[in-house]
């Protein structure tokens, strides 16, 4: 490639070096430059020729970098995008985009005064199972979807002494894994009428919430998201009744388990899913099940469309209005959790977003 855009991050916990550094280094065009750590060691003997910083504000001040990905934790994400964006750097930031919508919308004005891309990584829109399911709603072949029920169960029993788990802004498995699910059902159905949220805290000394069930309604469809802590035998990751067929799909997309095993893209087996889902129809009186194989999954993919995008040659792949949405749902379940009620979902939540409706009605 004539250009090669060069990528900061900051940070090298886990998220970085399972997630970023090895997606960024997969994507030609990308070269991982420059981490900020505060142990340098463990950066060197992964990427010894990265450079090493020793703040934020030094990563943000290299002249050389054209992006900047921030994976720290969630309070964080809104200072450093801020001032990222303020040292002239394209930002990338992880999943939950901010801790409120104010502050989404804020970062999205930020980016748009200083004519930088702003991108959230919302990596599950590539997920092999999700994909799929695109696919066959694309196609039309479920018809009309009256219930979708999206899960991520885990069996982690003990509580650990980590930000994510302590009662603190952004922590809980709402904002964990509440950002997935609901980008993934606002990806196909757009923005609900109303969100109902139930949150609680299910472990042996839990200090934020390890369970969610949230209740999206479009119209008479009703969109389930759900994700607990102490599931030793998951459910399905998807369950979709619609008025032509049903489509399960055990198992999560393997992508993740490939990247902490030390696998890295290209490779051919990549993203390829042993666990392909069942598309169930009725009719003339007899049940018929047949395998749906699953589309591979591409979490490269969203850093090649970045490049694009960096280059003025594509769209941005997960642009901050895309992810306002995600916020203000976030935020508006905490309200419906602690008012114990269904609360309406007005424009003033969600905007900006062009809702992508079609698959309920």
Same mark, same amino acid.
């Given at each position: 490639? +004539?250009?090669?855009?060069?990528?900061?991050?900051?940070?090298?916990?886990? /998220? #970085?070096?399972?997630?970023?550094?090895?997606?960024?280094?997969?994507?030609?065009?990308?070269?991982?430059?420059?981490?900020?750590?505060?142990?340098?060691?463990?950066?060197?003997?992964?990427?010894?020729?990265?450079?090493?910083?020793?703040?934020?504000?030094?990563?943000?001040?290299?002249?050389? !970098?054209?992006? /900047?990905?921030?994976? #720290?934790?969630?309070?964080?994400?809104?200072?450093?995008?801020?001032?990222?964006?303020? +040292?002239?750097?394209?930002?990338? /930031?992880?999943?939950?985009?901010?801790? #409120?919508?104010?502050?989404?919308?804020?970062?999205?004005?930020?980016?748009?005064?200083?004519?930088?891309?702003?991108?959230?990584?919302?990596?599950?829109?590539?997920?092999?199972?999700?994909?799929?399911?695109?696919?066959?709603?694309?196609?039309?072949?479920?018809?009309?979807?009256?219930?979708?029920?999206?899960?991520?169960?885990?069996?982690?029993?003990?509580?650990?002494?980590?930000?994510?788990?302590?009662?603190?802004?952004?922590?809980?498995?709402?904002?964990? !894994?509440?950002?997935?699910?609901?980008?993934?059902?606002?990806?196909?159905?757009?923005?609900?009428?109303?969100?109902?949220?139930?949150? +609680?805290?299910?472990?042996?000394?839990?200090?934020?919430?390890?369970?969610?069930?949230?209740? !999206?309604?479009?119209?008479?469809?009703?969109?389930?998201?759900? +994700?607990?802590?102490?599931?030793?035998?998951?459910?399905?990751?998807?369950?979709?009744?619609?008025?032509?067929?049903?489509?399960?799909?055990?198992?999560?997309?393997?992508?993740?388990?490939?990247?902490?095993?030390?696998?890295?893209?290209?490779?051919?087996?990549?993203?390829?899913?042993?666990?392909?889902?069942?598309?169930?129809?009725?009719?003339?009186?007899?049940?018929? #099940?047949?395998?749906?194989?699953?589309?591979?999954?591409?979490?490269?993919?969203?850093?090649?469309?970045?490049?694009?995008? !960096?280059?003025?040659?594509?769209?941005?792949?997960?642009?901050?209005?895309?992810?306002?949405?995600?916020?203000?749902?976030?935020?508006?379940?905490?309200?419906?959790?602690?008012?114990?009620?269904?609360?309406?979902?007005?424009?003033?939540?969600?905007?900006?977003?062009?809702?992508?409706?079609?698959?309920?009605?």
């Amino acid at each position: 490639m +004539a250009k090669v855009l060069k990528v900061g991050v900051v940070g090298y916990g886990s /998220v #970085t070096r399972i997630f970023h550094a090895p997606l960024i280094s997969a994507v030609p065009g990308l070269e991982l430059a420059a981490i900020y750590t505060s142990d340098p060691s463990k950066v060197a003997a992964d990427w010894p020729e990265v450079a090493i910083l020793d703040s934020p504000e030094a990563l943000f001040a290299r002249p050389d !970098l054209d992006l /900047v990905v921030i994976p #720290t934790p969630n309070a964080t994400h809104y200072p450093l995008a801020r001032k990222a964006l303020a +040292a002239g750097k394209h930002v990338v /930031v992880d999943k939950p985009f901010t801790l #409120t919508v104010a502050e989404a919308r804020s970062l999205d004005r930020c980016a748009q005064e200083a004519g930088k891309v702003l991108s959230v990584f919302q990596n599950r829109r590539w997920d092999a199972d999700f994909m799929t399911l695109r696919s066959l709603l694309d196609s039309g072949r479920l018809g009309r979807v009256m219930e979708f029920e999206s899960r991520f169960d885990r069996h982690a029993p003990v509580v650990r002494d980590r930000w994510r788990e302590r009662d603190e802004p952004g922590s809980g498995l709402w904002f964990d !894994l509440g950002p997935h699910l609901l980008d993934q059902a606002l990806q196909l159905f757009g923005v609900p009428e109303a969100i109902s949220l139930d949150l +609680a805290r299910q472990r042996p000394g839990a200090l934020t919430d390890d369970y969610f069930q949230a209740r !999206l309604q479009y119209g008479q469809t009703r969109v389930i998201l759900h +994700a607990s802590c102490l599931a030793p035998s998951p459910g399905p990751r998807f369950t979709v009744h619609g008025s032509e067929a049903t489509f399960v799909k055990y198992g999560l997309d393997g992508q993740e388990g490939q990247l902490k095993a030390g696998q890295r893209p290209p490779r051919p087996d990549w993203g390829l899913d042993p666990s392909p889902g069942s598309l169930s129809t009725f009719k003339d009186g007899a049940l018929s #099940t047949r395998v749906v194989p699953s589309l591979p999954g591409d979490y490269p993919a969203y850093y090649a469309a970045l490049r694009e995008a !960096l280059l003025g040659q594509g769209p941005n792949p997960v642009p901050a209005a895309e992810a306002i949405p995600t916020m203000g749902l976030l935020e508006l379940g905490l309200r419906s959790a602690a008012e114990g009620r269904t609360l309406t979902v007005s424009a003033a939540d969600v905007h900006p977003m062009n809702p992508r409706r079609g698959f309920h009605v």
